[in-house]
């Protein structure tokens, strides 16, 4: 560790900064002291590099990543700042030195120390991979030795399982010689990456020297793809439990329980790391770490005979070393591991999780004001707009959460605009939009990037929150709880909105490719209608098979549903048990379906009423099925059909052609005329509403009429 210098922050949160204990390509790790002198490990993003967003990404990414695991075997996480000019992340400090650093100094380890590092790291990596993680950049250098045992440290490129390996040009995907021959190619990785790592680690702690040498980083890496590891410096009790993590097929690599299990590691464990050379090594580094933070406890010296099983210790006044001594002993003793989630300001006390305002502690939504109603005759007026491009021309139905109204934005990503005024609030230029957005209890906006990162943004104000790597194709729905959606590979999974964690991933009863899956999500289920037209209901608590329902329509058309029903749209209008699939009624169209002319749109219901679109009719029935109001002949509908739009006491179609979007009392007698707003031919017409406003979006225009 060296002194502070000049640019170096003196307070970072509720850390004051003491020294620096290292510097990479992205940061730099600082140690510094709390209130109560507590020290931590505090990673800083470059200033130089706090406008790259790119790395700023990276750089959350990493903190979230880390954050879901929380096993023994790595750093706890203390806090975090990932908003701020300077964004860092802080965990405990761990005072031991690296596996590298030790090995350099004091030699290979025994081979008691040998199987505790093996049983203990195995015992870590299965932690790491029951989240649904793989490390990706296991090594000696992120190995720590503590007197707790060896740590495992740097999130930095760790993944989810079903992730490839993701580089810059000109880049190398992994740590030469540590790297798994799949990871080195470029292909899929996934745990047993990692095992193939955990054998390279502990070839190099049992013999001193790397399994894989060459004269060029490229040798190398061919050596790692085609050649065998050298492990003729090995004691030869050790090779039958390093050997097998060396397979080139991933398949033929053991579990690291399997790892953990076969190196029989003595029963003293732990105890094995308070004697010794790499003890005395720790003990300095933890001594010096206190001094330097300004706690002075006294220091517990093991004696000579009872140090093995901590049966017996000297306890001695602890000394006070000056503080170049204290520096030069810190030297390659600072390393850490940062998790957390991308937000704001977020630590623990050591009692446990204390939420200031983490990125899940989510600020109250907005208020708005209801528009007036209108008189319900002649034509609508528009509250504002229409705003002309500012929507990309294949944006999904406009989105209303409270105070604001989201959309595709005309040359990529996702914008808010406010529903007073249509003056832009926010956007958002990394949303991928034809991934779909959705509102998270009306307070999150939740939509996903280009890399199939799910990202957050608070509502009002375009403020990110956390985020998931689920490898995003399409998203589903959301409640308050959770966001469930359609990966890359065709799996439905389920994110935690609590901590952005993977709850469940499962693979559809039926496929869901070949186009956007339209969702519903209620009554504990999430039904998903496939472009196909088939129906499938999984249970949302995880994703098991509830029903399926196949040739309901031509196309995916939304469900929707209410009190425990099911309602679907497609050849029929169908209301089916939301546990079940059971069919309650089924209601035939009233015209014969021809070349996907007729049949039902998408259904909506508001106060118990069922409204949907049959042909040039706009039907309402009740629960059971019966009519609830006359039908309304319709000037023109054809498919893609929108479902209707209930807003105050009206009901609202998006038409075809040059008709426009049509409003008609909900309690019609047949004889009231409805209200016309025309719309200039195009595409992407679609419709929502919220707080007694209907938004409209036609070719890129977005506009906001009152409603009666």
Known sequence: MRTLGAGDPLRLGPYRIVGVL??????????????????????????????????????????????????????RVLGAELESGRPWIASEFLAGPTLDDAVARHGPLDEALLRETARALALTLADIHATGLVHRDLKPSNVVLTSRGPRVIDFGIARPEHGLTLTRTGQIPVTPGYGAPEQVLGQRVGPAADVFSLGAVLAFAASGRPAYTGAEVTAILYEVVHGSPDLTLVPEPLRYLVEPCFAKDPAARPLPAQVAEAARAPQRGVRLWRSGPYAQDIRERETAARKMTGQT????????TGAADGSAATVVPAAKPSRRRLLGLLAGGGALVAAGAGGAVWWLSEEGPSALADPFDIPSAASVRPAELGSGSGTPEALWGPEEGVADAGSPAPLPVRDVVVFAAAGGGIAARRVADGKERWRAGEARADAGYLSIADRLVATADGDGVLR?????????????DAAVNTLLAADAAHVYVLTSEGEVRCVATADASVRWTRRPPLPLTGGRPAAALGAGVLVLCSSAGDVVAVRAADGSRAWIRKGQAAGALRPVIDNGTVYLGGHTLAAVGASDGAVRWNKPAMQPIRRGAYGFGPPAVAAGVVYAVDGDALRSLRPDGSDANVTTMLAGVTPPWQPPVVQAGSVWVVESRDTGVSGWPRNSDGLAQGQVYPLKEGTGRTAAGDANRLFVLNSGALVALRVF
């Open 22 to 75: 290292g510097e990479g390509g992205m940061g730099k790790v600082y140690l510094g002291r709390d209130a109560a002198g507590r020290p931590a490990a505090v990673k800083v993003l470059l200033p130089e590099l706090a406008h790259d967003r790119h790395l700023v990404d990276r750089f959350v990414r990493e903190a979230q990543t880390a954050r879901a695991v929380t096993g023994e075997g790595v750093a």
């Open 456 to 468: 957050t943004y608070v509502a009002a104000t375009g403020e990110p929150r956390w985020t998931a």
């Open 297 to 304: 406890p006294p220091t517990v010296v093991p004696d000579g």
